[in-house]
């Protein structure tokens, strides 16, 4: 069995993605802190032909519940700061604009799209988590990237082809 400190390094950045798309920037570490602090406790009795990653995902995802209600239960701030797409182009900071285009999905497409394109989990193992079917939450991950498509805008730094030096394709 691998240290747990090897687990957290393979799998810790892909967590962080997957709690990033379903909770947003700032619920995010939290839920991340708390998925860990949960495996490390866990880890020992987990047999060793786990999926390990499948199961830090159903850990994040039930932290990610725990987070989004007691979010729920807070009062909303008065004043917040506006969040700021990222223009660094590094891929730990977060976009906005992506936040807010996958906020706006329902929640069962938001979390098949991260579960299944951030995390890479197959539909199986979605729908283990969700208790559903494997074709809605194919079905699921299909919508919410139909939706994305149509309602992010994607980075803005750069125009798009046809908008360059006044070409029209």
């Known amino acids: 069995m691998q240290p747990f400190e090897q ?3 393979d799998h810790g950045p892909m967590v962080l993605r997957v709690c990033r ?7 995010a570490e939290d839920a991340w802190s708390e998925t860990f602090v949960s495996a490390m406790k866990a880890y020992p009795d987990l047999p060793s ?3 390990v990653e499948a199961w830090l995902v159903t850990i994040a995802h ?16 008065v004043e917040e700061l ?18 807010r285009a996958l906020k706006a999905l329902p929640a069962r497409q938001r979390q098949a799209v991260a579960y299944h394109y951030l995390a890479g ?15 809605a939450a194919r079905r699921a991950a299909a919508d919410g990237i139909k939706t994305l498509r149509t309602t992010y805008p994607g980075p803005t730094d750069h125009p798009a082809p046809t908008e360059q030096r006044g070409v029209a394709r």
Do not use: H
């Open 7 to 9: 687990i957290v390094t």
């Open 82 to 99: 506006p969040e700021r797409p990222s223009r660094t182009g590094r891929p730990e900071d977060w976009d906005g604009d992506l936040w």
């Open 121 to 135: 989990l197959p539909y199986k193992e979605i729908a283990a988590l969700y208790g559903g079917s494997t074709d």
């Open 49 to 51: 032909d786990a999926n």
């Open 62 to 77: 039930r932290k990610a519940i725990d987070v989004a209600r007691a979010a729920a239960r807070r009062p909303a701030p």
């Open 21 to 27: 798309a379903v909770l947003g920037p700032q619920d």
